[in-house]
């Protein structure tokens, strides 16, 4: 039996729902760039965010950068920005540093006038590039930011947005009508 769905009955109506989020909802790349495009959207009602300029996906070849992602923050006195250039790799199998290997990281986030680079990948990394992201951060002189989130952490991410609200019911509609149906069943006299 799956745990991750569960059966809620209804007069005669049996509904399975999902009750947790799942990348495998996600059916290609493309969609999975405008997911994470969409995740940081979302995070311009986050804590001390004043705006967010999010660069999509675009077609064709994107030279190691799908998303460029600027936040406007502020601090009370006065505002900031923080820019990070971000690449999504959605595959089955873990990603290693071959799959990045023509890329070159701090020259791509300079381009940019980034801080940082974060990789959102569906799935886990090999251990051979995490460990080449821990020696990129540490040796950086330049003080960028090398960032991973596996599969699970970004899960983790799209669980501290609104369980009700617009980005997990579009891609993720079955875990939004477990979701719905728990604030029913919470509401229900």
């Known amino acids: 039996m799956d745990v991750s769905y569960v059966h809620i009955e209804c007069g005669n109506i049996v509904l399975k729902m999902k009750q947790t989020i799942s990348l495998d909802a996600i059916s290609d790349g493309q969609q999975f760039e405008n997911l994470v495009a969409d995740y940081f959207r979302e995070m311009k009602d986050a804590k001390n965010i004043i705006d967010v300029d999010v660069k999509p996906p675009s077609e064709g070849s994107d030279g190691g950068r799908d998303i460029l992602v600027s936040f406007r923050f502020t601090d009370s006195i006065v505002s900031f920005e923080r820019r990070w250039v971000i690449q999504?790799?959605?595959?089955?199998?873990?990603?290693?540093?071959?799959?990045?290997?023509?890329?070159?990281?701090?020259?791509?986030?300079?381009?940019?006038?980034?801080?940082?680079?974060?990789?959102?990948c569906k799935n886990n990394v090999t251990s051979n590039l995490t460990k080449m992201f821990e020696e990129l951060e540490k040796n950086c002189w330049m003080r960028y930011r090398y960032i991973i989130w596996n599969g699970e952490a970004f899960k983790t991410q799209l669980y501290t947005l609104r369980s009700e609200g617009p980005l997990i019911q579009k891609y993720f509609p079955d875990f939004y009508l477990f979701v719905k149906s728990q604030e029913w069943r919470i509401r229900r006299p």
């Open 88 to 120: 999504c790799k959605f595959w089955k199998k873990s990603v290693s540093p071959s799959v990045i290997a023509t890329t070159n990281i701090p020259t791509l986030i300079h381009q940019y006038n980034a801080h940082g680079y974060l990789l959102v």
